[in-house]
């Protein structure tokens, strides 16, 4: 059958071999790999980032996602939370985070021989508060998404249509995504969540979140789950689990799971990190420099 946006991604990406996908294991970066595998004249090369802001399910299903397409998968130790610029956690954390991670790749890859670098960012992500998306144009990361206008939904039909295991694979964000900004960010806390969520999909919540306000934690499920919730035996266990992880109070957020939710504070109270022009991130040159 034909389809000419797939067409057109097709070809569009045989523009930009030889090259790597920074690859996470989930939806946009699974099907952008399994594209490149198929466009270009020899296999793509995976990177994956490690570090304490991945769950040991999402190292895992890299690690096999990889191996089922038949491609090299290269780990890359990213030290990104020993960043005084990410540890302070501003609105635009996310900007240092990548910026260093794609560094770290560059470097790797210039080493290879390997000029461009791809990533699945796409079309909403273009409409959202994103600012790591500075860091995308500053190191040049090529986002075929984005470039030709394809959604989240655009992706996952095409992947379901290509038989791929993370069609309907819930989206996901980075676990200091669930700290709010201003609130620095620690190794620890950043595993504590981690179990927390790990707990909650044990119960059979597969979509949630949950995000943490000092001892309160608030949980973040999809709103036809909320009988579920409050069953008593999962009652019980989630309150078990989470007072032995160290939260005081245990909520569950009554708007239902949403993505990025914590970027709210940024448009209902612009005040409390001073103008917009603070939201944007410093120039390279005149950002910290860290050893790690």
Not at 33 to 47: F, G, Q, Y
Not at 222 to 228: G, L, N, S, Y
Not at 240 to 267: E, W
């Amino acid at each position: 059958m034909t389809d000419p946006p797939l067409q057109s991604l097709i070809a569009d990406l045989r523009r930009w071999q030889p090259g790597a996908i920074a690859f996470s294991g989930g939806v946009d970066s699974t099907l952008l790999l399994h594209l490149a595998r198929e466009a270009w004249d020899r296999p793509p090369l995976a990177v994956c980032f490690q570090s304490p802001l991945m769950t040991g399910e999402e190292k895992t299903r890299v690690q096999a996602i990889a191996g089922s397409l038949g491609i090299p998968l290269k780990k890359i130790l990213s030290r990104e939370y020993l960043l005084p610029e990410f540890i302070e956690n501003p609105p635009n954390r996310c900007y240092y985070c990548k910026q260093y991670r794609f560094r770290l790749a560059r470097n790797f890859l210039e080493t290879k021989g390997v000029p461009y670098l791809l990533d699945g960012t796409n079309a909403d992500d273009l409409r959202d508060y994103r600012p790591g998306l500075q860091a995308n144009r500053e190191l040049k990361i090529v986002s075929p998404f984005a470039r030709l206008g394809w959604t989240k939904k655009e992706i996952r039909r095409v992947s379901r249509r290509l038989g791929l295991p993370t069609w309907d694979q819930p989206s996901s964000a980075c676990l200091a995504t669930r700290i709010p900004f201003g609130t620095p960010i620690k190794k620890e806390q950043l595993t504590r969540i981690g179990r927390a969520e790990a707990a909650l999909r044990s119960l059979g919540f597969r979509e949630c979140r949950l995000r943490v306000h000092g001892p309160i934690a608030r949980i973040e499920i999809r709103e036809k789950d909320f009988p579920k919730v409050m069953n008593k035996r999962t009652k019980a266990a989630l309150e078990q689990t989470l007072t032995a992880l160290g939260f005081t109070y245990i909520t569950l957020d009554l708007q239902g799971l949403r993505s990025g939710s914590m970027n709210a504070v940024l448009t209902k109270n612009s005040r409390i990190f001073g103008s917009n022009s603070k939201l944007e991130a410093r120039n390279p040159k005149q950002a910290r420099r860290s050893k790690i």
